[in-house]
């Protein structure tokens, strides 16, 4: 599977501990679901153009979306109950923002403009 707007190591890179059962598929799969909801969010998708350096929204809220489902995936046996809660909060505050700013036109439109 291919990816677009971010990685499996980016989203491995956000926690120090993650399930090593957790397959770099599965992962994968988580992040092509968070494009998908960018995506409708924006109304529009940028994979044929994307450049991580041009659209760090797009990548964060895309890595930041997998991470939730990461943490999720295991989140009393390897990040035990009070760390990952946290870390599931900080990402879904982080995520909240993200989608909040991508659902404005004036963004999408700002965007566009960056893949010129």
Known sequence: MA???TTVQKVKDELENYDSSLTDDQIENFILNAEGLIDATMGKSFKDIFSSSK???????ATKLAL????KWDLQN???SS???I???LARED???CLSLLADPKVVKFLEGETK
């Not at 659209?55 to 809220?61: G, K, P, S, V």
């Not at 939730?68 to 943490?71: K, L, N, Q, R």
């Open 95 to 97: 995520v909240n923002r």
């Open 68 to 71: 939730i489902d990461v943490i």
């Open 83 to 85: 760390i990952g809660s």
């Open 55 to 61: 659209h760090r929204l797009i990548e964060r809220c």
């Open 87 to 89: 870390q599931l909060d």
């Open 3 to 5: 990816t677009t707007y």
């Open 78 to 80: 390897q990040f035990g």
